[in-house]
């Protein structure tokens, strides 16, 4: 089945050499030249993915994405950007992004993340959740796959693509280390050195939303020089 992708990007050189490596891949391609075009585009149309420019006329990314996951908050969204500092990928995940590529890239990388992005698509082409339909249930915690959701300790919170998968997987391991190339490898499908602290900064949100006290946490802990352990029932170690 082919995949469909959303490219938004205000810079008609970028936008026209990834339009045509990615349809060259076997992908049908719509794009658009701002904030806004993007944003009408993403919500009134279907895609398996998008690809968001951050600094962009009318609207720049970051607001962007944050919109598209009022409404689809299980499209994945590929931020390509100039910025790259820590701060401004934190940003970027903060409002939903699932995955970062600074700019300049190479085609093969944007091609690598959006393979390992689809890999993990919520939705196929028709609607049918591709993600496990099953609740699952781990001591204090609870995990709901179609709403993205999750119960901790008695509390409801919404969770991003990202922050679900990586909560699924260390519940799959429960109490348990999961090594940090372990969950590069089942998250996003590969496992790339320089990511890591791509995913310190989705746990670090993960935390947040689970974790009553972010300094002392009662079940996503660091296992020093390994990766991250999940203790269901809130046991500190």
């Known amino acids: ?44 149309n279907f895609y398996d993915l998008v690809l968001l420019d951050v600094m962009m006329p009318k609207m720049n990314g970051f607001d962007v994405c944050k919109n598209i996951r009022k409404t689809k908050p299980k499209l994945p969204v590929l931020l390509l950007t100039a910025k790259g500092t820590i701060d401004d990928k934190t940003q970027g995940f903060d409002c939903g992004a699932d995955d970062y590529l600074v700019k300049p890239f ?17 939705e196929s082409r028709d609607g049918e959740a591709l993600i496990k339909k099953e609740i699952l249930k781990m001591g204090d915690i609870e995990i709901f796959p179609d709403s993205l ?4 300790d008695g509390k409801k919170t919404k969770l991003t693509p ?9 519940m799959q391991h429960f109490n348990n280390a999961v090594a940090l190339a372990t969950l ?5 499908g590969y496992d790339s050195d320089e990511d ?42």
Not at 199 to 205: C, E, P, Q, S
Not at 226 to 237: A, F, N, R, S
Request: proline residues 2%; charged residues 30%; glycine residues 6%.
């Open 1 to 44: 089945m082919q995949r469909s992708l959303l490219i938004v990007d205000d810079d008609d050189e970028i936008r026209e050499l990834l339009e045509f490596d990615l349809a060259q891949s076997g992908y049908k391609v719509d794009t658009a030249r701002d904030g806004y075009e993007g944003l009408d585009k993403a919500v009134n």
């Open 106 to 122: 190479d085609i093969q990388e944007v091609l690598l993340r959006v393979r390992a992005l689809l890999r993990r698509n919520a």
């Open 149 to 152: 959701e999750a119960i901790v």
């Open 162 to 170: 990202t922050e679900f998968e990586i909560l699924y997987c260390l």
């Open 184 to 188: 590069l490898d089942e998250v996003w």
């Open 196 to 237: 890591v602290r791509m995913l310190r900064v989705h746990v670090g949100g993960l935390r947040q939303k689970i974790e009553a006290d972010t300094k002392h946490p009662r079940y996503l802990h660091t296992v020093t020089n390994v990766g991250y352990k999940l203790t269901p029932c809130g046991e500190e170690i």
